[in-house]
């Protein structure tokens, strides 16, 4: 055990939403406000308990000190501490962490983790979110020849990987429809109709060998993660979910001459997997960041499932079902249930989470005990994942 | 070509300055350490290898397709749509590093992993040349 003085005691999540009318358009705050109302409720807490704060990076634009805002906005008070997470889709697991550390370090009895954002305004252009480092490799060295973001980047990705190992679009297309099934079984997930193979075969291109329905859909959204002392967690009519083993990278690999099939989930994956003292065989269900079914198939890799290049044939001849033998996103992932913006780290975390709770419901992995959550944060430049993180959850025992 | 094309910040940073110098005038440079000889690009302020002061070498121009994508909908810079379909690539110069950039004068379905290719220069605005590549 890693943090064994710490519980997950509650989590929560809000609808999701694509809204057409900018009236509709909900505030990130009231976004935030709904996550919090919901992790509160599953935990059975009032707001007084909560003596910690933590908040992600959105890509909405938000004030210097927005954890502060939003502590006051959302009404926590003598909140003593108060932190954010910046690591892209990789921030849900690092404010988790930061998070456990506060409580193993006796500064707070609870721990509130809260992530939203709303990347959908119809206000808004389509390509308004993310705003450019004026400094960055990106606008100076990229946007000027013509990059349309993370759709081509993985696609550059993805021909690699494709060119050295005789990975296909058919066998990736797997994960995309297992996924959307997932998805029609979560009554939180934005879309609720099936797709099959021919589907994703045909459909639009968008970089190649990218097309539709490797992109995720972008949604409003907001979720929370609650954390506390084992003592706290004990006084609460909840089933505790631990924390076993933990791991993270940045900017993995040989900057000189980069594998773009290899990443650094390799390194945070074994890491993880050392302080839990376990491996792949003893994992129930896999929630692994998919902002594309390339990036799951390396990941999948990199966790040991399958070897290296073989990531193709597994996903293929595997059955990745909720109910099947390698439970993969059993809430639909980013690609089906919504990638709701810098928070997206937070759908593979919530889900990790509720299937360890066994309140998953059509979705429930029977008897899951012990799970794995990735998160991965941007592309780097002539790479692929810049910021990677790996957990391994265990059901816990009510004291 | 649009007028809202997205151009580098030329005045953002400073030790990038030479990069677009030689541009314009038709060159292409990348960095070297002085202290470990290691080749970079993207340009930074120091060696990302040893952490070293570095300094200004002209590259051969030619290079090899490292990856690609063919862009068919321009979703996050709509600047490019009259441009689709294009090639965006990673070509590996002889020197070693990897550059971003655009495969140009080929049908975009002929691109493929390790073509040859050789820099070009395409000039977007009155202060930006970019380098572009071609088959050779």
Request: charged content about 20%.
């Amino acid at each position: 055990m890693t943090f064994e003085d710490v519980a997950i005691v509650g989590i929560g999540e809000t609808a999701k939403r694509r809204p057409d009318d900018p009236a509709e358009l909900r505030s990130l705050e009231r976004l935030y406000a709904d996550a919090t109302a919901s992790t509160l409720d599953s935990a059975g807490l009032q707001h007084a308990a909560i003596d910690g704060v933590g908040v992600i990076r959105s890509g909405v634009q938000t004030p210097a000190n927005f954890v502060g805002h939003l502590v006051e906005t959302l009404g926590f008070e003598n909140v003593r501490w108060a932190t954010t997470a910046d690591t892209g889709g990789s921030n849900a697991v690092s404010l988790l962490l930061q998070g456990a550390l506060a409580i193993d370090a006796g500064i707070v009895e609870t721990f509130l983790c809260l992530g939203a954002d709303a990347p959908v305004d119809p206000t808004a252009p389509p390509a308004g979110l993310f705003e450019r480092d004026p400094r960055g490799y990106v606008r100076n060295y990229m946007d000027p020849f013509g990059t349309q973001g993370p759709n081509s980047r993985l696609a550059h990705v993805q021909t690699v990987h494709a060119s050295e190992y005789g990975t296909t679009r058919e066998q990736l297309g797997h994960i995309a429809v297992v996924q959307r099934r997932h998805a029609a079984l979560n009554p939180r997930a934005w879309f609720d109709d099936p797709i099959d193979l021919a589907a994703y075969l045909d459909a639009t291109p968008i970089a190649d060998p990218i097309g539709l329905f490797d992109c995720v859909i972008p949604v409003n959204g907001g979720f929370g993660v609650l954390l506390a002392s084992a003592e706290r967690a004990s006084e609460l009519d909840v089933d505790p979910v631990e924390i076993a083993g933990f791991g993270e990278c940045s900017n993995y690999g040989d900057s000189r001459s980069p594998d773009v099939t290899t990443t650094g989930v390799t390194v945070a994956g074994r890491a993880a997997y050392d302080r839990a003292g376990v491996g792949p065989d003893a994992i129930d269900c896999w929630q692994v960041y998919d902002d594309y079914p390339i990036v799951v198939a390396m990941q999948l890799e990199d966790l040991g499932l399958c070897d290296k290049g073989d990531g193709g044939p597994y996903v293929a001849g595997t059955d990745l079902g909720f109910d099947g033998d390698v439970p993969l996103n059993t809430s639909g992932g980013q690609l089906s249930a919504g990638q709701p913006g810098m928070a997206a780290g937070f759908v593979q975390l919530v889900e990790g989470i509720r299937q360890l709770r066994r309140d998953a419901d059509d979705r429930q992995v029977r008897g899951a005990t012990r799970g794995v959550v990735t998160g991965a944060g941007g592309v780097a430049y002539g790479k692929n994942l810049r910021h990677c993180s790996v957990l391994v959850l265990e059901r816990g025992d009510r004291s | 070509m649009t007028d809202s094309r997205p151009l580098p910040s030329l005045a953002e940073a400073s030790y990038a300055r030479e990069f677009w110098d030689a541009a314009n005038e038709g060159r292409l440079v990348v960095q070297r350490c002085e202290a470990c000889t290691t080749t970079q690009y993207f340009p930074r302020p120091r060696c990302g290898a040893c952490g070293g002061s570095v300094d200004w070498v002209e590259a051969s121009g030619l290079g090899t397709v490292y990856s690609h994508a063919v862009i068919r909908r321009p979703v996050s810079n709509p600047a490019f749509r009259d441009e689709v379909p294009y090639v965006t690539a990673y070509v590996e110069l002889e020197e070693g590093p990897r550059l971003f950039t655009r495969i140009v004068e080929c049908e975009p379905e002929t691109v493929e992993r390790g073509l040859p290719v050789s820099v070009t220069f395409e000039r977007v605005s009155e202060s930006v040349v970019l380098p572009t590549f071609e088959p050779r």
